[in-house]
C-alpha cells in the first residue's frame, strides 16, 4: 500500500483519450435503426425529389394566363375536364379555357403551369368560376425542388436526425453506412458488493455503479458488454480486461494504489497503464492506459468518483470512438453562486451543484461515496486547475445533469 | 373542397392539448429498464446507505487517539494484529497501541474510529509507524452517510438519470413504478406515397413521414404504434383512428378541406373534432381532437407542416401522458439575426434557420414540402403571433434540432 507518487493533470489525460480514441470502422443499418447513429459518409441522392411536378394545393390545375385579370368582383370562368388524384395520371392536357381538379401531392397534368387553391374559385357542375389571379408556377412543385439529384444531402459524421431519416426515405435509401457503435466491457469489481436488483444485506453495499454506468454507456452510444460482478482475484479480471470483442473497457472498482486493486497492475502486465493518478477531486486514483489499441479506463469504485471519471474520459473515449463529439453531453446554464467553493490550485474539482431560482447552490456533503449528492444535485460545476476555487457573486457555468 | 373560414389561435390550441393530455397510469418495470423512464410514485428509502460503518480509504483502522502527536520527525509506533478486506468480518477489535490494516469499503472493527491512510504510515511487518495524526471518524463512512432510511431519495415525476439508477440499486429497488409511455397510433395516408425503405417511382413520392414521426415519437417516450401506409380509404382511416390500443392517435396527411381530406370529418363523426385549422405557417390545416378521451392530431402531409404541426402539438400531447414536461424538447441559444424574417399579425412562423459564426440566418427556401431544409437548418425561430416579423440585428431565440 502506498500513496499516489505523481499525479497526472486533467488536461494531459484528455490528450491521451483523444489520442487513443480513434473512431470504428462503418458497418450498414437500415435506416429504421439509424436514428441517433453517426454517419460514416457523405450521402448523396440519386434521384430528384420530388421526381416529377406536383400540385402543392387543393385546387385547379390551369394555364396561369386563363387567370389573369379575375377578381371577386370579375370572376373568370373555365371548364372542368377531368380530375387528377396523389398518384394519379400525369398524362392528362389542360388546354386554354380549362381547369383539372387537383389535390396536394398529384402530378401536374400536361400543359398545366399553375393551380388554382380551392378556396379561390368556385365549381358549379363542371363549370369553375375563378375569383383570383394566379402567375405562372404558383403551388406547383418543381422537379428536384427539395433534393437535386446528385445534391449532397448530407455530411460524415452527421448525428441522424428524425427529420433526416424523413430526407433519407425520400430520396429511397433503406439502409445507411454508420460508425460502428464501440462495444464496452464493463468490469464491476469489489468483494463487498451484492448484485444490483439484491436488498443490501449486513456489511455489503449494493452495486450502484453497474446501473449507472449501463445509463451512461447508453447514453454515449456504446453496446454494453456487462454480465455480472468479477471476483476481486486477478485471473477474473484479467480475463475480463481481455474481452476479445471489447472496443473499450471500463473498470469499476481496485483502480488506487491498495492491495487489492489489481486493475492497475494487470493492465501495465497485459498491456500498458498510461496514465495512473489525476490530479482531480473527486477521482483521483483513476487510470487509464490501452490493451491491444484499445482504450482501457480504471474507474474508482466510490460511486461519485466512478461517475466523475466515467464523465471526463470514459464516456468522452466512447463517443470519440462512436463518432460523436468530444463535447460534454449536458445541457449548460450560468448563473451566479451564492456560496464560495473552494479548490486548490494543481488540481481540478467537481463540485455538484443545485439551481435555486436562476442561483447557484453548492451541495455541501460531497464525499465521493455520496451518490445520492448526485441526485440531489441539478448538475456539477468544474473549478479549473489553476483556479483557487470562486467566492461568492461569481457567475460560474454548470453543466445540467437532467 | 373550400378554405379553412376560422383558424384557431396557437395559444387555444395549445390549451386544449393541455387541458386533453392526462398522464397515464403507473406500471412496475424492471429498474435495469428504468432509465429515461418518469417516476410515477415519490421514492423513499428502506434502508441506511451505507448500513455498516466503513473505511473510506486504504489504510489501517486505529483508535485515533494513538496517533495524537505523531510527525514524520516523530512517528508513533503501533501493532498490526489483524486485516479486514472488504465484504469481510467486521467483528475483529482494535484495542490501544493496535492496528488493523483495511480496505476502501471494508467494514469498521470495533472501538476503531479513525483510518490512517496507507501513504501516512509505513509497515515494516505487524508493526506500523504513523507520520500523521487523524482525528476521530477521519476515513469512516457512517452509517446513512448517503441515505437514511426513510429518507425521500426521488420525486414523482423525476426522469429517471443514470445516477438515479445508481441510487436506486444501493437502496435495493429491483423496480420502479414509472408512468406508462404512451401508446401512438401512427396512421400515414397519401394514394401518392410508396413505402419507407422503397425506391421512388415515377408520379410517387416515399414516405418521409413515418421514419420521421417514428424518431419524434421514440424522442418524447411514445411507444410506436405503425404498421404500413393507409389507402385513401375512409373507411381504413377510421378503423385505424378507432385503434383501442392507442393512447394517442397521430394522422399524418388527408387533414385539410380537400376531397380526399378525410379525417377531420371521421374524427367528428366518432368522436370529436374540437380545432381544425390553426393560424400558424407552415401547418395551418393541423386539427385536433378526441376519441373516447384519447388525443387525436391530424397533421398536414407536406414534410415541414408535419414536422412542426407534430412538435407543436402532438409532440406535447405525448410527452403529457407520458409524465413529462410540456417544454420543447430542444436545446436554445440566442443569436443576431443577420436577414429579417417577414410574418403577419394574427398568425406565428416557425422559421428554419443556420447558425452561422453564432450569427442566426433564415434559411431562403421555406416551402411546407422542401423536407431538406430541416436537415440543412440547425434549428428553428417562433416569430409569435402578435409579431410582424424580425428586422437584421434582433438578438432572436434559436431552438437547436441538433
Given amino acids: 500500500m502506498r500513496g499516489f507518487r505523481h499525479r497526472t493533470t486533467i488536461k494531459t489525460a484528455l490528450e491521451w483519450v483523444d489520442q487513443n480514441s480513434q473512431v470504428l470502422a462503418p458497418e450498414v443499418v437500415a435506416r429504421s435503426a ?10 448523396a441522392s440519386d434521384v430528384n425529389v420530388p421526381s416529377f411536378r406536383r400540385a402543392m394545393m387543393d385546387g385547379f390545375a390551369v394555364q396561369a394566363v386563363d387567370t389573369f385579370g379575375a377578381t371577386s368582383y370579375n370572376p373568370l370562368s373555365l371548364s372542368i375536364v377531368g380530375e387528377i388524384l396523389p398518384g394519379g395520371d400525369s398524362h392528362q392536357e389542360v388546354h386554354r379555357g380549362e381547369a383539372i381538379g387537383i389535390m396536394t401531392g398529384a402530378p401536374m397534368p ?51 436526425r428524425p427529420q433526416d431519416l424523413g430526407v433519407l426515405s425520400s430520396i429511397g435509401k433503406a439502409e445507411v453506412r454508420v460508425v460502428r457503435q464501440p462495444r464496452v466491457r464493463l468490469v464491476i469489481t469489489g468483494d463487498e458488493l451484492c448484485a444490483a436488483g439484491s436488498f443490501p444485506k449486513q456489511n455489503q453495499t449494493v452495486d450502484a455503479n453497474s446501473p449507472m454506468l449501463s445509463a451512461l454507456i447508453q447514453r454515449d452510444g456504446g453496446e454494453l458488454l456487462f454480465d455480472a460482478i468479477t471476483p476481486d482475484r486477478p485471473e477474473l479480471i484479467r480475463e475480463m480486461m481481455l474481452d476479445p470483442d471489447a472496443d473499450i473497457v471500463v473498470v469499476s472498482g ?5 492491495q487489492e486493486d489489481h486493475a492497475p497492475r494487470l493492465l501495465s502486465e497485459i498491456g500498458k497503464l498510461a496514465i495512473h493518478g489525476v490530479a482531480m477531486r473527486p477521482s483521483s486514483p483513476a487510470g487509464m492506459g490501452c490493451i491491444h489499441h484499445r482504450p482501457v479506463f480504471l474507474l474508482p469504485g466510490n460511486p461519485v468518483s466512478c461517475l466523475c471519471a ?21 445541457q449548460k446554464q450560468t448563473g451566479m453562486l451564492v456560496r464560495k467553493i473552494s479548490s486548490v490550485v494543481g488540481r481540478q474539482d467537481y463540485a455538484r451543484v443545485t439551481i435555486r431560482g436562476g442561483q447557484v447552490v453548492p451541495i455541501a456533503i460531497g464525499g465521493a461515496s455520496v451518490l445520492s449528492s448526485t441526485s440531489r444535485a441539478d448538475g456539477f460545476v468544474i473549478i479549473p486547475t489553476d483556479s483557487e476555487g470562486f467566492p461568492p457573486g461569481t457567475d460560474v457555468e454548470v453543466l445540467l445533469y437532467g
Fill in 254 to 258: 481496485g483502480s488506487s494504489v491498495g
Fill in 110 to 160: 400536361l400543359r398545366a403551369d399553375a393551380v388554382i387553391p380551392a378556396e379561390k374559385a368556385s365549381r358549379q357542375k363542371d363549370k369553375l368560376s375563378v375569383f383570383d389571379e394566379v402567375p405562372p408556377e404558383r403551388h406547383v412543385g418543381k422537379i428536384g425542388e427539395d433534393i437535386q439529384q446528385g445534391d449532397t444531402v448530407l455530411k460524415p459524421f452527421r448525428r441522424l
Fill in 310 to 330: 466515467y464523465d471526463f474520459f470514459a464516456g468522452r473515449a466512447i463517443r470519440l470512438r462512436g463518432g460523436r463529439s468530444a463535447d460534454w453531453p449536458y
Fill in 34 to 43: 439509424a436514428n441517433g447513429r453517426v454517419l460514416a459518409d457523405e450521402v
